[in-house]
């Protein structure tokens, strides 16, 4: 075993020097002369990309004979990786399922059919058991209860329910009976299809969606027409209030906002106080109802929707036994308690594995390569903390990983490549295309989405196996949110959060909300390229096969981080799309809200290693903005626990990804004709 030679450590801005690890590590490099690190390059890649020729002074060797791949220095003066604090935290639990069935609840004959045969559901979750009676009774509600635990039909049921069973048969050109909020597009649609579903049986029931991206006009015909359950996002609903002359809320008796901390947190308070101006001016009585995994206190208090006397349910509660005779946990006073603790699935585990800058990217193209090439049916949610990073990194792996068509490697399926696909979702692509992007990933059995925080709530993607942060989250309710794309409804999945060695106390920030999580040696995920013969170097000698040790790892990695370096620097074009990635990338670290700079502090990023993550050779001389600025450019997230001095303007918070999409100036792309969406970005006119 390798012994860790002891480095003189060049102070890198990157983390304070920290305690030493003694246990073997790629990152103690030894110094390597240039002659060994020639290396040809094994593999075809993108025919109209070749690894740049690196000229190297090979002594007597023709030196445009060979493509030789200069090794950067990616093992070489990192930063410490520090020993991660390993808080003790008993993690708040939620049981999901009861052994209810939906026929003691005395619902309409033919819904329970539906929900037992169209949705092949049975037995109630323990937020539904909890909330359909309370919504049954005509009661408001503030429902908490754990990602994937079933919140959707929590609210849909009761809905449909009491709309079947009015006495005057609802009418489509009645309009609204229902309206339900949700703060994405996919989400809406989403919720759509759970509410069609349900309606089969009362097909004069009308349902509809409205959401930004879709022609305004055919919304605005259905809306004359009429619609009975309304749900919309906030941002496309005012623009309607403002434009569609014939949309009324008289005869409101629901008002659901689902993932309402989301809502009231993205700067929708304008739209939502647009939207309750209007409800309120026409209907008075109406029910209330406020659901999310992360229901806080900042959320019920900046709720001034005329709540009344609102039920609190909180799933998670019922461990402290506050339970009514018929088993719920229910009080009758108040929003639920404001305890930060969030309920995380209990099949869902955890990961957290520390990354020097330098070796993020090949960090991360390890880990995909190793869960979804070497294994079989896994699906991935890769989060990235912007639009540009989404784009950045989609485009990359397709010009890189995907184009790799080396042999099988050792023990890898023929298939792999196949599994390897890769798909993004952000908010600033057209619709179509985002909504294509949605139903091909929910139907595919395996894959990567590479995505911002426009996917991080409320989707239902079935059979994810795998979330990875490849930024850290801006909250810990989002953290909650990212990873509860996995392990929903009692299936397992897991989580890898991706952490500079300067943000390792991010650990620490999750402890205190209960957040237990586990540590991934960065070793262990780069030693899966020993399989991978496609970043396999061919020495001059050929050496009889051998076990692969930390060296050869440490080469593959190189030669990964080369492959990608050499296309970003492919040519001009390219190296500019990287410049705009990592200026994205600082300027997404500088909107880290206050409570976490001192863990996400633009001054703790060493640039140059930085620059490394995305292909660029050194530091861009030219990105200008200085920390400063950077900070004022970029708005600052309201912290919603924080009690506000006044009512925090929400609105100045970015909105990019659940923008109605239709202001002025919108960042939406474009539309492309189909060959030019799928090239890459550098490649578009
Ligand atoms: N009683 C039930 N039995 C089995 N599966 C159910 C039940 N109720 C809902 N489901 C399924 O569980 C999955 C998650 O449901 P849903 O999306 O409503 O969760 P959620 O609590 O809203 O999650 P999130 O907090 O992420 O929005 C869906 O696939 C849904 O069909």
Not at 93 to 104: D, G, I, L, S, W
Not at 177 to 182: D, G, I, Q
Not at 492 to 519: C, D, M, Q, R
Request: net charge positive; proline share 5%; hydrophobic share 35%.
């Amino acid at each position: 075993q390798a012994k860790a030679t002891k480095r003189k450590h060049r102070a890198s801005s990157e983390a304070p020097p920290a305690k030493r690890r003694d246990e073997m590590s790629f990152l103690s490099a030894k110094k390597t002369s240039v002659k060994e690190t020639q290396r040809t390059f094994k593999g075809k890649l993108q025919k109209n990309f070749s690894p740049k020729k690196h000229l190297v002074n090979t002594g007597d060797r023709k030196q445009e004979e060979k493509p030789c791949i200069k090794t950067s220095s990616l093992f070489k003066n990192n930063p410490e990786i520090p020993e991660l604090p390993r808080p003790v935290v008993k993690q708040a639990r939620e049981q999901v399922f009861t052994p209810e069935a939906f026929q003691e609840l005395g619902l309409h004959p033919h819904l329970v059919s539906t929900i037992n045969t169209v949705l092949k559901v049975s037995s109630m979750t323990s937020v539904q058991k909890q909330s359909i009676p309370v919504l049954l009774e005509g009661r408001d509600a503030l429902v908490r209860s754990q990602t994937g635990s079933g919140k959707t039909l929590a609210y849909c049921i009761p809905v449909v329910q009491s709309l079947q069973a009015m006495k005057s048969k609802i009418q489509r050109s009645d309009g609204p009976y229902a309206l339900v909020l949700v703060p994405t597009r996919e989400l809406a649609l989403q919720s759509f299809d759970t509410i069609q579903k349900l309606l089969k049986p009362f097909t004069w029931i009308v349902p509809g969606v409205l959401m930004g991206g879709e022609k305004r006009k055919s919304e605005k015909a259905r809306l004359r027409k009429g619609i009975n359950i309304l749900i919309s996002t906030p941002g496309r609903l005012v623009d309607h209030i403002k434009s569609t002359k014939n949309i009324h809320f008289s005869r409101i008796q629901w008002l659901v906002l689902d993932e309402a901390d989301r809502i009231l947190d993205l700067g929708f308070e304008k739209d939502i106080t647009v939207i309750l101006n209007a409800v309120n001016n026409e209907c008075q009585k109406r029910q209330n109802v406020l659901l999310s995994a992360t229901l806080t206190e900042g959320v019920t208090r900046l709720a001034d929707i005329s709540l009344h006397n609102p039920v609190s349910i909180s799933v998670m509660d019922k461990s402290n036994d506050q339970s009514t005779p018929q088993g719920r946990a229910v009080q009758d006073a108040g929003p639920p308690q404001t305890i930060d603790s969030f309920a995380i699935p209990e099949s869902l585990e955890q990961h957290v594995t520390l990354v020097p800058s330098k070796l993020r990217l090949v960090c991360l193209a390890s880990f995909i390569l190793q869960k979804c090439k070497f294994e079989k049916d896994q699906k991935m949610i890769v989060f990235f903390s912007s639009c540009e990073l989404v784009e950045f990194h989609y485009s990359l792996f397709l010009q890189t990983l995907l184009s790799h068509t080396g042999a099988p490697a050792l023990g890898q399926a023929p298939s792999a490549s196949t599994r390897l696909k890769f798909l993004r979702l952000h908010g600033n692509m057209e619709q179509e295309e985002r909504t294509a992007v949605f139903q091909e990933f929910s139907h595919s059995k395996a894959g990567v989405l590479l995505c911002t925080d426009v996917a991080a709530r409320g989707l239902d993607l079935p059979q994810v196996t795998w979330i990875v942060q490849y930024n850290a989250p801006s909250s810990p309710a989002e953290y909650i949110h990212r990873i509860g794309r996995t392990a929903r409804i009692g299936c397992h999945g897991s989580s890898l959060l991706i952490l500079a060695p300067s943000e390792a106390e991010y650990v620490n920030s999750l402890a205190s909300h209960k957040i237990n999580i586990s540590e991934i040696k960065m070793e262990e995920i780069l030693s899966i390229l020993a399989r991978d013969d496609c970043f396999k170097v061919r020495r001059k000698e050929n050496r009889k096969s051998h076990a692969v040790g930390p060296q050869e790892i440490r080469e593959r990695a190189t030669v990964l981080q080369t492959v990608f370096e050499d296309y970003v620097h492919s040519n001009e074009r390219t190296v500019s799309w990287a410049k705009k990635a990592l200026q994205s990338f600082i300027g997404a670290y500088a909107a880290y809200p206050r409570e976490l700079k001192h863990i996400f502090h633009v001054r703790s990023l060493h640039l140059g290693h930085v620059a490394k993550s995305f292909g660029l050779r050194d530091a861009p001389k030219n990105l200008g903005v200085s920390a400063r600025k950077r900070r004022k450019a970029m708005p600052k997230r309201p912290d919603l626990r924080k009690k506000p001095r006044h009512k925090q303007r929400l609105a100045e918070v970015l909105r990019s990804e659940y923008s109605s999409g239709l202001e002025a100036g919108g960042a939406k792309v474009r539309r492309r004709s189909a060959q030019e969406a799928a090239a890459a970005p550098w490649e578009r006119s």
